[in-house]
Nanobody, 125 residues
């Protein structure tokens, strides 16, 4: 198990950028696949991006994130990041960091068994 703490959320104007961080506890961070999910009001939690613990941290993105968001990890700092550019009002959501041990990437929230508390990202138009 890892404890996850997100930071970096906040109000941003459409077209702006924001970088979210997720700090993990423990000494086995590098063995976890890390994901970012988001949940807008009245909607289900959805996959945004993930980075595997295998293949030098290969990355995967949901279609809305491709070309605008970048996920990265720093295993020395036990931290995963989500750089979000060209933000749109439809990106408004609570963003969650999640972790699952191993290298297989899944877009299904139920696959991940470690979650942060979430950080709000309101995007004003």
């Amino acid at each position: 198990q890892v404890q996850l703490v997100e930071s970096g959320g906040g109000l941003v104007q459409a077209g702006g950028s924001l970088r979210l961080s997720c700090a993990a506890s423990g000494r086995t961070f590098s063995s976890y696949t890390m994901g970012w999910f988001r949940q807008a009001p009245g909607k289900e939690r959805e996959f945004v991006a993930a980075t595997s613990s295998w293949n030098s941290g290969s990355t995967y993105y949901a279609d809305p994130a491709k070309g605008r968001f970048t996920i990265s990890r720093d295993n020395a700092k036990n931290t995963v990041y989500l750089q979000m550019n060209s933000l749109k009002s439809e990106d408004t959501a609570v963003y969650y960091c999640a972790a699952v041990r191993g290298g297989v990437v899944s877009t299904a929230p139920k696959t991940y068994d470690n979650w942060g508390q979430g950080t709000q990202v309101p995007v004003s138009s």
